[in-house]
């Protein structure tokens, strides 16, 4: 073989591990680099119709579900998300997504019974989120302007996850009075 | 009547009774020996729950294989389904591993880690599942296919969840023994669940020593302590041992011993309990305590390891070893 085809070769090999190895920093990039799309890739459903998630005045909370387990270290998100709730301002919305394939229409009925905050229990489609989960879910807050300001970290414990987001909950509401 | 429940109830729990138990020969015949099976698929690991059909059929959660083993009545091993890849896999749920079979000898299998309830047809069909927001410690099903979930979470709810077959949330009833949190004592909340063929629900504790009969609409109609096996509880840990501790000391290292493993009815209603050091409870169908006697346990293995169900057609009960995986029929009990 000609030793210029080899360089060349080589080359070519190199640029392709760079390709792959970008590629997939880039589809292991947190939302936060991509905020926009994230209202874009998920939909929830309202009735028969499937909708973007409508943004808060001030701040959007949202929780994807795509599993949940109890007896995971932050096995307690709903309790996370209900005291949220329950703290929040007007500013403020925050929805609870499950995804639409793992949980039946059903399931987030019997959610919106049982838990204490059924305006924000939403099912939908959150396929394309799949790979930014952490253990099944993902939190992340937005501001007005669809921009990331928070968002969940492998293992942190769900304290650290409410001081945080009621943190931000306290800044945005004194913001807007 | 809940009313004079709630005066009589304190005074009864005031007197708790912690005493030696009398000794009762139980006769026990060997009913499906795992060890002895030849075909691999017919050995159980672990197997953590047992439930009887109105057929005689035995339906088995067998953990370690993370499937549903099913037999006749004679011991035979008959299919086995939710096995892992399948439709409705069932997942290993350990201690807290649970099952139960309605009239039409559907089979309801309780995941308390996803946490879900899968439903399959006798030969092992996989019908649907749904999911619950917590997880539970209990299932059991009454004639009109409702299925009653012991829940067991820190949040401040009530005891039993009730669900239709096609997995509608319907309603939720029953006080917890103590303020439920995260500490030790919450383990005093968690329940065992079993419905007589009168749609009435008996629920009884891991660690507390109380049978409590409920009406088909969850209305609380009796309860009924029993005696706590003097080896359960150590001398020092007795002053402890009261709901009052629990409920003032909820950070207390003292966690509560394991006391009942299952609860069970026959068709009569007669009740059963398999407590934790070798003693077995018979309640009436009242909910009142009949008997209380220990028994030598299946090659001397330690009951921590027992799971009793009643056949709802006889007096018959059956005893599951989950450590060697063999089923023992004790005809007369």
Not at chain 2, 52 to 74: C, M
Not at chain 2, 239 to 256: E, I, M, Q, T
Not at chain 2, 298 to 324: E, H, I, K, M, Q
């Amino acid at each position: 073989m000609n030793p210029q085809n080899v360089v060349t070769r080589k080359i070519l090999l190199l640029i392709v591990v760079a390709l792959i190895t970008a590629g997939c920093n880039l589809s292991a990039h947190s939302p936060a680099s991509e905020p926009a799309d994230f209202f874009a890739r998920v939909k929830i459903s309202q009735g028969s119709m499937k909708t973007s998630i409508p943004l808060g005045q001030r701040l959007t909370i949202v929780n994807l579900f795509e599993e949940f387990c109890t007896e995971c270290p932050t096995g307690s998100r709903f309790e996370t998300m209900e005291r949220l709730y329950l703290s929040r301002q007007t500013t403020t919305k925050i929805f609870v997504v499950f995804s639409e394939t793992r949980f039946s229409t059903q399931d987030v009925e019997n959610f919106k019974e049982i838990l204490s905050m059924p305006d924000s229990l939403v099912q939908g489609d959150i396929e394309s989120m799949t790979p930014y989960l952490i253990k099944g879910k993902l939190l992340i807050v937005f501001d007005a302007n669809k921009r990331v300001v928070w968002q969940e970290k492998p293992e942190m414990s769900e304290q650290q996850v409410f001081s945080a987001i009621s943190g931000l909950m306290q800044i945005h509401g004194n913001e807007s009075q | 009547m809940n009313f004079l429940l709630s005066i009589i109830l304190p005074l009864a729990l005031a007197a708790q009774v912690i005493s030696a138990i009398p000794d009762a020969p139980v006769r026990l015949v060997p009913f499906y020996l795992s060890s002895q099976q030849r075909e691999v698929k017919m050995k159980l690991a672990a197997p953590a729950a047992i439930a009887v059909a109105r057929s005689g059929n035995i339906y088995v959660f067998d953990d370690g294989n993370s499937r549903i083993v099913k037999l006749d009545t004679r011991g035979n091993f008959i299919s086995e389904f939710g096995q892992s890849g399948s439709a409705g896999a069932v997942k290993r749920a350990g201690f807290n591993a649970s099952i139960a079979v309605d009239q039409n000898e559907n089979v309801y299998v309780s995941d308390p880690v996803s946490p879900k309830v899968s439903i399959f047809s006798s030969d092992g069909t996989f019908q649907r599942s749904f999911r619950v927001p917590f997880p539970m410690t209990s299932i059991a099903v009454n004639r009109k296919q409702e299925i009653f979930l012991a829940i067991d979470t820190a949040r401040q709810t009530e005891l039993i969840y009730v669900f239709s077959e096609t997995g509608k949330f319907l309603r939720r009833f029953g006080e917890r023994l103590v303020r439920p949190s995260e500490g030790p004592d919450r383990a005093l909340n968690r329940a065992i669940v079993a419905c007589d063929a009168k749609d009435n629900l008996f629920v009884t504790f891991r660690s507390w020593p109380l049978i409590r009969k409920y009406s088909p609409a969850g209305t609380l109609i009796a309860e009924n302590q029993f005696t706590i096996p003097s080896e359960l509880i150590s001398e020092p840990q007795r002053n402890s041992y009261s709901l009052d501790f629990f409920s003032k000391h909820a950070d207390s290292s003292f966690v509560p011993p394991l006391i009942t493993h299952s609860i069970s009815l026959n068709g009569a209603g007669v009740g059963y309990l398999l407590l934790n050091a070798h003693s077995i409870v018979i309640f009436a169908p009242s909910g009142a305590v009949q008997k209380q006697f220990h028994f030598r346990a299946p090659r001397d293995r330690d009951n921590v390891f027992l799971r009793l169900v009643g056949d709802v057609r006889s007096r018959t009960v059956y005893l599951l070893d989950t450590r060697s995986g063999e089923i023992y029929q004790a005809p007369k009990l």
